[in-house]
């Protein structure tokens, strides 16, 4: 029974049906027969994954069960963990261990989880196929000629495959969501600020959450609400976020009085006529359930690929300054001088797409360039934010297509680095202006799964969680998983 | 758009070899040519985002909440000596 939500194994824990340590076993063996073929792990450890179910057990014994306890999480080689090695996915941190946890990790912990191991990704969280991986790309367990999107590539496969029944990712522009739509997952992204950024290894610190990648939204809900809360140690992670009781907000059975915004700019030329079709689909239930579905315009969105491209390169130019072979990292064999030490360890650790990025960043914010590009990718910004928030007068909540096409063959976008950039047009917006997002399967368009985007008003996760559940409880796409894996499709 | 490759790549500390430079050329300028779509939208009078929310940044009280691991800390450091981190000679 690998294909189960963390709310099943909860119960079957309680019930005193099953052991931490029996469902942890379950999970490792997935692992060792399947991890060769589908490449979701870079690092297993599979005694401290036993030591930590055991010391559940024994905890279980003596006192209340905490909200997560023995319940196994697999986490993105992109958060910081003290045990095993945290390298991004980049040759550049080989051989670094994390001297911290990432506040997640901890808070996880403190909660009780098993942390599974760490998941592949798209070197420093850069791609959307997991391709740009220094440890090579992994493989869509519904078709394993196919990518599963990226760049939380490896965390989607491992809980797409009942490898880990949930799994962290983070989400910059769409690294969550995408790679969830693309292997028929719960993904979400919650409101910029809602979770800290501390011991997440940085991209775009303007952009970065993490968030969870699950079966069931309820699950999603269970992880973010451990997940989230202030620390004073990210500036950024915000001291009075408005909340609610987050699995509450998963009781919703039907969409009576919810005004759904469908926006007309995510409904293209080009995309996918299957996707579209299942999102078309999606929405008719939607309106069955008692919700109305209201004609929207958020005119602005055709430019939030191009801010972005301004935006998290510029970022990512700056926060990746940190490795020049001193403090932590890769150091090049006989440097001949500082600067020469620099730049041959830099060329060395990176992988192409991330020198790309860093590239176009520093070129962004070269002397002569600041105002043409970064400054004004930063007021196209303030415009897709007045969208939204002109739009959220009209509705409760946004419905979209997470992506424009269901995944797409290995190679087949690599040569091109625009069009990779491209397929991240429905999810980039969300993270310019904070927002929530969350990917829910909603069918499948050439047997692959397709994904449905909810989109809510900052801090209000709650709404989204409602009308996912809602629309949960009344299909059965979540149910579904790979035969090839020994699912039931 | 002419980007000149190696004068960033330089500002960026990253050595890039000639094949790596010419293979990288065209990318940065297609990529850039995309963004420069950006200047069709006109955007007088507009203020430029500097936090995705409107809130203030939170304050703390000032005092030394950080430990001393200094060991810890420079554990991964490629090199080190007496606590201090050792880089190629700058002076001679």
Redesign the interface.
């Known amino acids: 029974m690998p294909f189960r939500s963390l709310s099943d194994i909860q119960n079957q824990l309680e019930a005193g049906q099953t052991t931490a340590v029996e469902v942890a076993q379950l999970y490792l063996d997935r692992i060792a027969a399947h991890n060769d073929d589908l490449n979701a792990f870079v690092f297993i450890d599979p005694e401290h994954v036993l030591a930590q179910a055991e010391a559940s057990d024994a905890y279980r014994k003596e006192h209340d069960a905490r909200p997560l306890e023995g319940l196994p999480i697999a986490v993105k080689d992109i958060f910081c963990t003290q045990h095993g090695p945290t390298r991004c996915c980049s040759n550049i941190l080989e ?6 946890d990432a506040h997640v990790i901890t808070r996880l912990k403190e909660a009780g989880a098993v942390l599974v191991g760490k998941t592949n990704m798209d070197e420093f969280a850069m791609g959307s196929s997991n391709e740009t991986s220094a440890f090579g790309g992994c493989k869509n367990p519904w078709n394993t000629d196919c990518i599963p999107g990226g760049s939380s590539g490896g965390s989607a496969v491992a809980v797409a495959a009942g490898l880990t029944p949930a799994a962290l990712g983070t989400d910059t522009g769409g690294s969550i969501r995408q790679p969830a739509a693309l292997t028929g997952l719960v993904g979400l992204k919650p ?3 809602r979770i800290s950024r501390r011991g997440i290894i940085a991209f775009a610190s ?1 952009l970065d959450q993490a968030g969870p990648m699950t079966r069931t939204v309820k699950d999603a809900a269970l992880l973010t609400s451990i997940m989230s809360g ?1 620390d ?1 140690g990210d ?5 009075d976020a408005p909340n609610f009781d987050w699995l509450a907000a998963c009781e919703a059975k039907d969409m009576k009085g919810l005004k759904i915004g469908k926006p007309k700019e995510y409904f293209i030329d080009g995309m996918d006529e299957e996707v579209r079709a299942q999102v078309e689909a999606a929405l008719q239930k939607c309106a069955e359930l008692g919700a109305e579905i209201v004609d929207i315009s958020l005119p ?1 969105t ?2 939030a ?3 972005y ?2 935006i998290a390169p510029s970022e990512a ?1 700056t926060n990746l ?1 940190r490795y ?8 090049c064999d006989n ?10 360890s ?2 060395e650790g ?1 992988g192409a797409e991330v ?2 990025r ?3 960043g ?3 914010l ?1 002397s002569g360039y600041y105002d ?2 970064y ?9 897709i ?1 007045q969208d939204f928030k002109e739009a959220f007068e009209q509705v409760d909540v946004i419905a979209t297509p997470t992506s424009p096409i269901p995944a797409f063959k290995t190679g087949e976008k690599t040569d ?3 069009t990779m ?1 491209l397929s991240d047009i429905f999810t980039i917006a969300v993270n ?3 927002l929530p997002g969350l990917s829910q399967p909603c069918g499948f368009a050439k047997d692959l799964p397709v994904g449905l985007q909810w989109i809510a008003p ?1 801090w209000q996760e709650d709404k989204i969680l409602a009308a996912a559940s809602a629309y949960e409880s009344a299909t059965d796409w979540h149910t579904k998983s790979p035969v090839k894996f020994g699912g039931e499709a | 758009m002419d980007i000149d490759v190696k004068k960033i790549a330089n500002l960026s500390r990253i050595r890039l070899t000639d094949s790596e430079a010419q293979e990288l050329a065209p990318q940065l300028s297609s990529i850039m040519g995309y963004i420069d779509k950006l200047s069709e939208v006109n955007t007088d009078g507009v203020s430029p985002t500097a936090h995705p929310h409107d809130v203030a940044m939170p304050l703390r009280p000032d005092v030394v909440t950080n430990p001393n691991r200094r060991d810890a800390l420079q554990q991964p450091a490629p090199r080190t000596e007496s606590g201090l981190y050792v880089v190629p000679k700058v002076l001679e």
Do not use: C, N, W
């Not at chain 1, 020049?324 to 150091?331: K, L």
């Not at chain 1, 400054?375 to 415009?383: D, N, S, Y």
């Open positions: 051989g670094f261990e994390a001297p911290y409101t910029y600020g303007s202030h004073a500036a950024t992670s915000v001291a602005h055709e430019y690929v191009a801010a491209y301004v130019s300054s020049d072979a001193v403090r932590f990292g890769h150091r440097p001949e001088d500082l600067e020469d030490m620099y730049a041959r830099r060329d990176f020198k790309r860093i590239l176009t520093t070129f962004a070269s043409a590009y400054l004004k990718a930063q007021k196209v910004r303030t415009l934010s091109d680095p625009l950039y310019l202006a904070g900052a």
